[in-house]
């Protein structure tokens, strides 16, 4: 496996990564110094099982891909599970369990905007989030939303965040001022038996759960983030640091940031594996047929410079919503909550055949399909 510059010359990095994680932070502020165990440097990293999505993080955890690149520093991983109906992934950050993980960035921006200390490091994956309408329904697309009631995960998840940016496209309001639709959250579990029910008109799910869905109930899908134009190349899950880690130990956010982006470029050359692992460490349930062809569809190649321009869209064109505040300085935030840091390339891409990693670098904005 490749060593980066990063790793030959950390000390030179260290210095210069101190420098422009300072001008980027906001909200530093650490009651207790950064994790150690016996002098060791620890990084704690945020998990949750039962989503396919979060493959990257199963496979850089159970093939080790956490641990090389932090151990090559002098380092340790340990694992933070966040577990569904206790402490949220930002609750957890604040109270400062966890200095770095993965997770639905558009979650957590206005959480960011009111002072949740995280920057962005990657782009992950592009596409795991659905909407449908019963298969009988006269909704045909997005722009027959007008009027209905749409039942979600959660009233800040990010199906709802792409969802208000795709019913602004279409001239339907989203704002406190115009608000033409109606959201209402459900537990994941219970939102197709919502939309079966005649509760709400329509839904927007996070896989498996979306496709178990439709394949269940013969819903129709009216969205699909992984394929449509607007979406297709924006990231709906991407890597975080800490503003902690971040200043206290820059050479550990980096070192976890090449980590997932290597993981994410195994999911992507190694579908079928990955699924395996899930299902193997009991991650993930589910019939192997199945989750295979999922982590397929998704596109799992990691990008920072697309990563960043997802962030950027969705923020600016949020603020333009009235979902992010008018008085906040809209190109700060982009420039804070996003972050480039030294020894971590764009991406990587992985060779099955040789069983190695490559990096990738230059700026990307957009794939080839």
């Known amino acids: 496996m490749k060593k980066t510059s990063f790793q030959k010359n950390a000390r030179k990095f260290a210095g210069i990564t101190m420098l422009v994680a300072a001008s980027a932070l906001i909200s530093c502020k650490g009651k207790e110094a950064n994790s150690e165990v016996a002098g060791q440097k620890v990084v704690r990293i945020n998990f949750q099982t039962g989503g396919l999505c979060a493959a990257p993080v199963h496979v850089a955890m159970k093939m080790g891909l956490f641990d090389e690149e932090l151990a090559a520093i002098g380092q340790k991983a340990e694992y933070v599970q966040v577990v569904e109906g206790g402490a949220t992934l930002a609750e957890m950050i604040g109270s400062g369990k966890v200095d770095a993980g993965y997770g639905l960035y558009a979650t957590q921006l206005q959480a960011m905007e009111n002072g949740l200390p995280i920057s962005y490091t ?128 820059p050479e550990g956010a980096a070192a976890v940031t090449r980590a997932l982006q290597k993981a994410s470029a195994f999911v992507q050359a190694e579908p079928r594996a990955a699924a395996q692992l899930q299902i193997e460490n009991d991650l993930v349930g589910g019939d192997l047929d199945f989750n295979a062809a999922l982590l397929e569809e998704l596109n799992f190649i990691p990008s920072r410079s697309l990563g960043k321009r997802t962030f950027a869209a969705a923020a600016r064109q949020l603020q333009s919503a009235g979902i992010l505040k008018p008085t906040t300085d809209i190109e700060k935030f982009i420039a804070q909550g996003y972050i480039e840091l030294f020894g971590v390339p764009d991406g990587y891409s992985y060779d099955k055949a040789t069983k190695t990693y490559k990096e990738i670098n230059g700026e990307r904005t957009g794939f080839d399909f």
């Open 122 to 249: 990657s782009g992950i994956h592009v596409g795991c989030t659905k909407y449908y309408v019963k298969g009988d329904s006269p909704i045909n697309s997005v722009k027959d939303l007008r009027g209905k009631k749409i039942g979600v995960p959660g009233l800040a998840d990010s199906s709802v965040m792409n969802l208000k940016r795709k019913l602004m496209d279409e001239g339907i309001g989203v704002t406190a001022e115009n608000n033409e639709v109606e959201f209402v959250a459900y537990a994941s579990s219970d939102l197709a038996i919502a939309l079966n029910n005649g509760a709400v008109d329509a839904i927007g799910a996070h896989d498996p759960v979306a496709t178990k869905g439709e394949q269940a109930y013969g819903f129709k899908k009216i969205l699909d983030t992984g394929t449509d134009e607007k979406f297709r190349n924006e990231y709906c899950c991407q890597q975080f640091v800490t503003h902690k880690l971040l200043k206290e130990n």
